[in-house]
Each structure stands twice: as C-alpha cells, then as structure tokens.
C-alpha cells in the first residue's frame, strides 16, 4: 500500500482508497480528494508539514497526517 505522503515532488497519483472515519474522512471527501481523482504534488514545507497538492485545478494543503490516511496508486 503507497499513500500520497509517499508520492515525491513533482509526481502524480490517483486515488485508490480513503481510510479513516467519521469526520477525517468527509472532510477529506469534502475538499475533492475521492477515489479515481488525480493529485499532484507540488512541493513541501521547509520542515516538511504541510504539503501541497494540486486537485481538480485547485491548489490544496494537507497535513501529512492526513495523506497517510490517502491510499495512492
């Protein structure tokens, strides 16, 4: 199993699986990160957290926390 914390800059990934529950996961859901979508990753903090992704046409930051719980192919 590879999640998007996983994915290097500059690299792209498709959703496979969302893992958690309750409100993690529709939060998640809720900023367009659902299976079958295409995320590119477009750089990360100098301290490493958070990291920044671009979904749908829209730049996105997310804790790598919450990409751990992204399952990736």
Same mark, same amino acid.
């Given at each position: /199993?590879?999640?998007?914390?996983?994915?290097?800059?500059?690299?792209?990934?498709?959703? *496979? +699986? =969302?893992?958690? #529950? %309750? #409100?993690?996961?529709?939060? @998640? /859901?809720? /900023?367009?990160?659902?299976? %079958?979508? $295409?995320?590119?990753?477009?750089?990360? #903090?100098?301290?490493?957290?958070? @990291?920044? =992704? +671009?979904?749908? %046409?829209? $730049? !996105?930051? !997310?804790?790598?926390?919450? #990409?751990? =719980?992204?399952? *990736?192919?």
């Amino acid at each position: /199993m590879k999640t998007l914390r996983e994915v290097p800059i500059g690299g792209t990934a498709r959703v *496979v +699986k =969302l893992h958690g #529950a %309750g #409100a993690i996961k529709r939060r @998640i /859901m809720d /900023m367009g990160i659902t299976r %079958g979508t $295409e995320i590119y990753v477009r750089k990360v #903090a100098p301290l490493g957290d958070p @990291i920044e =992704l +671009k979904v749908r %046409g829209y $730049e !996105l930051s !997310l804790r790598k926390a919450d #990409a751990e =719980l992204i399952e *990736v192919e």
